[in-house]
């Protein structure tokens, strides 16, 4: 690839703060587009060829190169930090920084489609970077949500010269499993995204009528009016954003479009470069499942070492004990536990990676494989800011699930029980009536950028309120619904620590061609005086499309009144169930606007306009034996 002649073009431009300079480069990709990127140095060297040898830490992102994001939160007692802040502490530290707008994106050329150039532009400027004098050969990158969905695209296409990935809170293992669909239903964040960018996207800025109407849509009422047709969406004034959401939206079967490397890490592993990676994410984030699956995949198939963190936030907040309306307490918070800070968590093991530790920082020796955040163990009351202290505390091992865990099947009975007892009964189920116009409402759950129709975390199930879109008045709990099964197990004897992976096998049979069933798995807080009611807290959720129920490749309707067996997957969780709670699972058919509707008319939901009433049943008997599997600590001799 030609070089960019940098020496000649770009001048040093000192920052406030003194010992950082920026230059601004344009960095050529295959196709003779130009994307911009700042370089970050300690040196004042007035050409570029003269600045000192050394690795370069890259960091792309879709959202301004220059601007200040909250997910680079440092310190939960300080000011976000500026990224002339983020790249002092690296370059003071023995690195050059680069930061990358995305194409089509900031001042970079070009048109945005979301994910899908990333791989081949991230190989690019990888290799582009890698030609200049000024770096040794060695690009490391880092980066939160897109940001490290960027790295899993670059690295999927092979890389040469990624020397270590930092993946926080996203990276796709696959696409289609987790980001953009689930079981084969359709993550409407993708909607509420690509509503929020628009508005900061070139065109909106070279344009303020276009600006204008961006900001004026009615995003609560264009979710009332699903589903959307081309021209006729929040996004009908901007066609390069309704193209690509529509095109997300219409892509419901797993083909090509899912293959892609930027979508479908799972498929290119082999590519990836044998080099360190640090994947990080938390329970309320919609990446839980690609988190996990990366770190084990490429520790099984790397001879570089792979880490795993999982802490108990939301989307990013690593700076935070809270997610939603349940609170951590102090411990829950990367900083201050895991390490100082944010950037010197991620300073420390980028020095490690490349061989460079600090022997100032003998505590970085040892790095557990596993660190993860397992929820529960408070007293369940009511803090000062209104939020449940649900409590917590950190935990190492050497693999994920725990090696002290073992799977445990919980089956259903028709009287709401779980139990460990397999059913002999010879016929026993559950029926109720799914009316997509009348869907489950979403409460919480692994979710970001979904304002301002839902909001990920933690929040009591038996307490809807008006920030619950599609919650009505008189609020009842979720599971006063009919069309909601609440199983759950006795007030438990001793505490229970689950942490692991959660499913849900279900026997189901409908009067529709095509229906969805949905589970969430709760933990129930007896009564106390702050809570009379107990508090149901939402740990995950997953969701199933009937008409994948043989393959997510050849979607196949269903026999009205047959009986399917189906497997809804939830992301992984990690919570002790403390002595007098209960293990809880709901099983239902929709969970809007987290997930699109099914209409159970069998036709696909980003063209139908027409729904129908599905009478669904779960089997519970001895033929049919319905049941949780979750991994228990110490496995099913916990329970009564």
Not at 240 to 247: C, G, K, M, P, R
Not at 579 to 584: D, E, K, L, P
Request: net charge negative; with cysteine.
């Amino acid at each position: 690839m030609t070089s960019y002649d940098t020496s000649r073009t770009c001048r040093p431009e000192p920052l406030q703060g003194g010992a950082l300079w920026r230059r601004t480069l344009r960095v050529p990709m295959r196709d003779g587009t130009r994307l911009a990127a700042d370089l970050y140095s300690d040196s004042p060297e007035p050409e570029a060829i003269a600045l000192p040898v050394l690795p370069v830490l890259l960091e792309r992102t879709p959202y301004g190169r220059r601007a200040r994001r909250g997910s680079d939160q440092d310190r939960g007692d300080a000011p976000v930090p500026r990224p002339e802040d983020i790249a002092r502490h690296f370059t003071g530290a023995g690195y050059h920084v680069v930061r990358q707008d995305c194409r089509g994106r900031g001042d970079s050329e070009g048109t945005f489609v979301k994910y899908l150039s990333e791989g081949p532009d991230g190989v690019d400027t990888i290799a582009w970077l890698r030609d200049q004098p000024w770096c040794d050969g060695r690009v490391v990158m880092t980066g939160v949500s897109y940001s490290a969905h960027v790295q899993a695209a670059a690295a999927a296409e092979g890389a040469t010269g990624l020397a270590a990935m930092f993946q926080d809170s996203g990276g796709f293992s696959s696409a289609y499993d987790a980001g953009m669909r689930m079981g084969g239903a359709f993550e409407l964040k993708q909607v509420t995204w690509a509503l929020r960018h628009a508005v900061q996207s070139p065109e909106a800025a070279a344009d303020p009528v276009l600006a204008e109407a961006l900001l004026r849509v009615d995003v609560t009422g264009w979710f009332g009016a699903m589903p959307w047709r081309p021209g006729c969406t929040p996004l009908r004034h901007l066609s390069a954003y309704e193209d690509f959401l529509l095109e997300q939206w219409r892509q419901d079967s797993f083909g090509d479009y899912y293959r892609t490397p930027a979508l479908y890490g799972r498929g290119f592993y082999e590519r990836f470069p044998d080099a360190p990676s640090m994947h990080m994410g938390s329970w309320y984030d919609p990446y839980v499942r690609s988190t996990i699956e990366n770190f084990t995949a490429l520790r099984e198939l790397k001879s570089a070492p792979s880490y795993l963190v999982m802490g108990p936030w939301t989307h990013g907040h690593r700076c935070e004990t809270y997610a939603g309306d349940v609170d951590f307490g102090p411990r829950a918070t990367l900083d201050g536990n895991l390490a100082p800070s944010y950037l010197e968590f991620r300073r420390r093991w980028f020095d490690r990676a490349l061989g460079r530790e600090d022997e100032g920082h003998p505590e970085g020796a040892g790095l557990p494989a596993v660190q993860y955040f397992l929820m529960g163990g408070g007293d369940g009351r009511r803090d000062a800011a209104g939020r449940m202290r649900h409590g917590g505390a950190w935990h190492a091992d050497t693999q994920w699930p725990p090696a002290s865990t073992a799977l445990v099947a919980l089956y259903f009975t028709t009287g709401g029980a779980l139990t460990t007892a397999p059913p002999t009964v010879a016929a026993a189920s559950v029926t109720y009536d799914f009316d997509p116009r009348h869907p489950v409402p979403t409460m919480g759950g692994q979710v970001t950028s979904g304002e301002p129709v839902m909001t990920g975390g933690a929040y009591d199930q038996n307490a809807p309120d008006a920030r619950v879109y599609g919650a009505r008045e008189p609020y009842l709990p979720l599971d006063s619904r009919p069309d909601v099964i609440s199983l759950s197990t006795p007030p438990l004897e001793r505490d229970v620590v689950l942490a692991g992976p959660v499913s849900a096998r279900l026997h189901i049979s409908t009067t529709a061609p095509d229906t969805d069933f949905t589970v969430k798995l709760i933990d129930v807080h007896p009564p106390n005086a702050d809570y009379p009611h107990g508090f149901a807290m939402n740990l995950t959720d997953g969701i199933v499309r009937c008409r994948f129920h043989r393959s997510y490749e050849q979607p196949e309707l269903l026999v009205p009144g047959e009986i399917y067996e189906i497997e809804v997957t939830a992301p992984d969780t990690a919570n002790r169930f403390a002595a007098g709670h209960r293990i809880r699972l709901d099983i239902s058919s929709s969970n809007f606007p987290r997930f699109d509707v099914n209409t159970n008319t069998g036709e696909p939901e980003a063209t139908a306009r027409r729904t129908a009433t599905a009478v669904n049943t779960v089997h519970m008997d001895a033929e049919h034996p319905s049941h949780l599997r979750v991994w228990l600590e110490g496995g099913a001799s916990t329970l009564p």
